[in-house]
């Protein structure tokens, strides 16, 4: 840490300035009343009749003294008033300087609150309960996500440990099934830790870009999830025009995918559908992926992007995931520089839309 020499206080220095700019003021006032008696000149008048004493010598001892008694009150005055005045303008600045030392010892729920109408020190006051009002929002939803990876991560090694034991204590288990068992928990946990890696990643923007065509994107996550599908019955539809974007071409490709396979495992039962377009708007590019499917509440939709957060399905489906799959298409879109739109169809279902900045000379 800088360690810099002790200074003046701010209010200090405003009380000194307002004493200097004062006593200034006073003193160029009195310079000329000053001149302007030794221009005009005073009559003094003594037992033998008028005499006219010289306005130099009158000056000094008439006006000089006074003069003096009234700069050394302007002085006191100036001190004494700016001390006050600074106090009084300052208050505002303590109370954000309070607010943020109790910030740091950890209370980011504190807020200035500063009352009053608005002003500088307003503004400043606002803008910092704001920055707050962020900062814990993302605090907490950083420790959200942590208790909720730590609890993700620990279910398949509890289980993994769990058919260890059954096989230790019974050595006349079956091991095909065992090792099966262990294989699936075992790629379920690999799955959420790339995942992760995923997540942090695009987090970080630690990505090369390159112009990249978001309809190209979406043929070829639609051509490798076609199986899936059709192993759940649904219809797969791609349509629309050329989508130039700047990206990281295999974080937009999990993106789609994720989209897509989302789409998939949370369709309907049977014939469902999923319509995937991709368009170009004045300044952006756009990709929908929409699917048929169960009624969603807007409450349901809006925490869908949430980290480890499942709909209705989700827990039940032998496709669900890890739980990451929409907050992965959040964070990479975001990472680049786009938007991220859910909506619940009328008719049941998802509509989700992903717009980034359009590719220049796209």
């Known amino acids: 840490m800088d360690r810099r020499q002790p200074g003046l206080s701010v209010r200090l220095k405003l009380t000194l300035s307002y004493a200097g700019f004062l006593m200034l003021a006073g003193a160029l006032l009195l310079v000329a009343v000053g001149v302007f008696l030794l221009r005009q000149g005073w009559l003094q008048t003594n037992e033998a009749g008028a005499v006219r004493v010289t306005p130099g010598t009158l000056f000094l001892r008439g006006f000089a003294p006074t003069a003096a008694v ?14 006050i005045l600074a106090g009084r303008m300052l208050a505002p600045l303590d109370r ?9 010892a950890g209370s980011l729920s504190h807020r200035i609150r500063m009352p009053g109408r608005e002003d500088e020190f307003r503004e400043l006051a606002d803008a910092f309960d704001m920055m707050l009002a962020q900062l814990e929002t993302h605090v907490a939803a950083q420790q959200r996500f942590a208790a909720n990876a730590s609890h993700e991560l620990r279910t398949p090694l509890a289980i993994s440990k769990a058919l260890i034991d059954v096989a230790r204590a019974d050595p006349n288990h079956d091991t095909g099934e065992l090792v099966d068992r262990l294989h699936t928990v075992n790629t379920r946990a690999i799955d959420l830790t790339e995942a992760l890696l995923v997540l942090s990643r695009a987090n970080q923007r630690s990505f090369a870009r390159e112009q990249v065509d978001l309809s190209l994107v979406a043929e070829e996550a639609a051509e490798t999830l076609h199986p899936l599908a059709g192993k759940h019955g649904v219809t797969l539809e791609t349509s629309g025009d050329i989508a130039p974007t700047t990206g990281s071409p295999a974080l937009l490709l999990q993106l789609t995918t994720n989209l897509v396979h989302n789409a998939i495992v949370h369709n309907l039962p049977q014939q469902g559908t999923i319509w995937v377009h991709t ?72 509509r989700i839309t992903v717009e980034l900045p359009v590719a220049s000379g796209g």
């Open 70 to 83: 009234v700069v050394v009150f302007l002085l006191v005055f100036g001190l004494l008033g700016g001390w």
């Open 96 to 104: 954000i300087t309070q607010a943020t030392r109790t910030v740091a």
């Open 279 to 350: 368009g170009v708007r004045p300044h952006t590019v756009v990709l929908t992926v929409e699917n048929t499917g169960e009624q969603l509440t807007p409450q349901l939709v809006a925490t869908l992007t949430e980290p480890f957060q499942r709909g209705t399905e989700r827990i039940h489906s032998d496709q669900a995931g890890v739980g990451l799959g929409l907050a992965i298409v959040k964070t990479i879109t975001e990472a680049h520089d786009g938007t991220l739109t859910l909506t619940a169809r009328p008719a049941g279902g998802l």
